[in-house]
């Protein structure tokens, strides 16, 4: 498994994330054996949130924790990163100093842990007083309880605001990312090309902006083919990329799943991929795409069988 020294930490990070969204309902059983494929794969890493779960907060943190019921010194071995600032029933979102403490010790409580390693802001919340982010971002490191932190879904402009205040390194960004639904990366490759939908930027430079400032980004959904609509391993609407899938799996002996991953670790912003499946055998047929290096031609082959376009 590709692992690297996550920046503005002493983390050395996988390539390749298990996120664990839908594990409530499993079983004591399926929870291990997907804990213990991660493993086997080199997945040390593991991506929660608060609102997880069938629970108004802390489902799958909880179910996790009951699950595994791991030692301290199993705790050492893995990362644990969660997200607080989404309330599920309203006010929707809340990144108040109060929300993120009870969200954190909420966390905390559930997973049976000391501490986090990294904490996400989840989504932005547009009455964000980053003032309070701070505070609460101090009490947390220095009690202790919260080691590093970052954010998902932001963009420049919120993170610079954020960056204001927030003495702390965010050191990462979770944004969704696949081979079919990649502005972040398409829209640069359009640039000029105005008669273009593709050359609308709708990522305001997000991602320039994290390699710039040494935020990872952490791509989830690598297998949808738009926002929640399905995935497109498999699909008879992307024929022509399923065929360029297929022809380069069977070239490195490795599962279509590992492609579409290697897809997104072959770029050199050296990103992470967090996988929501909870079958052992497809994270491990995904997480083979880490040790894959696609070439530049097989990279940008795959890029313009997802439909787009190259100038």
Request: with cysteine.
């Amino acid at each position: 498994m590709k692992t690297f020294t996550l920046p503005g930490t002493d983390l050395v990070v996988p390539a390749i994330v298990t996120g664990v969204m839908r594990i409530q309902e499993k079983s004591d059983a399926e929870v291990r054996a997907l804990f213990d494929a991660s493993l086997a794969a080199g997945i040390t890493f593991f991506d929660h949130a608060d609102i997880y779960g069938n629970l108004p907060a802390h489902g799958c943190e909880a179910r996790f924790a009951e699950a595994l019921r791991l030692t301290a010194s199993q705790r050492a071995e893995i990362v644990l990163q969660t997200k607080a600032g989404i309330v599920k029933d309203g006010p929707y979102f809340d990144f108040s100093y109060d929300h993120l403490v009870e969200a954190v010790n909420g966390s905390l409580a559930a997973l049976g842990t000391d501490y986090i390693d990294i904490l996400l802001l989840h989504r932005p919340d547009a009455l964000v007083e980053p003032e309070e982010v701070a505070r609460a971002f101090d009490e947390l490191e220095a009690a202790g309880k919260v080691r590093h932190f970052g954010v998902s879904n932001h963009t420049p402009a919120q993170i610079h605001l954020l960056k204001r205040y927030v003495r702390q390194p965010l050191v990462a960004n979770q944004l969704q990312l696949s081979i079919t639904h990649a502005p972040l990366i398409t829209q640069g490759l359009a640039m000029n090309m105005g008669a273009l939908d593709q050359s609308v930027d709708r990522t305001i430079g997000t991602l320039d902006f994290c390699r710039l400032n040494d935020i990872t980004i952490q791509a989830w959904s690598p297998f949808q083919a738009g926002f929640f609509t399905g995935p497109f391993l498999g699909n008879p609407e992307f024929a022509e990329l399923n065929a360029v899938v297929d022809r380069l799996a069977a070239q490195y002996g490795v599962p279509p799943e590992a492609i579409a991953t290697a897809w997104i670790t072959r770029h050199p912003a050296q990103m992470q991929v967090v996988l929501g499946t909870t079958n052992p055998q497809r994270l491990t047929a995904a997480a083979q795409g880490a040790d894959v290096v696609l070439s530049r031609a097989e990279w940008y082959e795959l890029y313009r069988a997802a439909g787009h376009i190259v100038p």
